[in-house]
């Protein structure tokens, strides 16, 4: 299994099947900290930071990484904590992107502590 922080997200268009139950248990191996939903329409993780300062540096990175792969989540940000929520909104569901970018959202948030 090739590392997901290693890889690129790909266009995901409309049409094609999100992810089963199953198949994005085993994606979310390689991010164990993310919280899979319950019918696996999305995952999730809170991230906690000292003060408002790094809470919004860590936003900002995660902008810019949404830029880069073209895919974006959802950010729930307050003063030292940002939650990130993804889901391919296109499939209503799970696609390999959101674990790409939640594995590279991990390594973004090693490199902050």
């Known amino acids: ?16 099947p999100a992810l089963s139950f199953d198949k994005s248990k085993e994606q979310l191996q390689q991010t164990p900290q993310w919280t899979l ?6 995952i999730r993780r809170k991230f906690t930071f000292a003060n408002f300062h790094r809470t919004m540096d860590f936003v900002n990175r995660i902008a810019d990484l ?8 959802d950010l729930e940000v307050s003063y030292g904590h940002c939650i990130v929520k993804y889901s391919t909104h296109a499939i209503k569901g799970l696609s390999i992107n959101d674990f790409i970018c939640a594995a590279k959202i991990d ?7």
Do not use: Y
Not at 37 to 42: E, I, L
């Open 1 to 16: 299994m090739d590392k997901l922080a290693n890889q690129q997200c790909t266009p995901c268009e409309g049409g094609m």
């Open 107 to 113: 390594e973004l948030f090693s490199q902050t502590q």
């Open 66 to 73: 949404a830029h880069q792969e073209n895919h974006h989540p």
């Open 37 to 42: 939903h319950p019918k696996a329409t999305d």
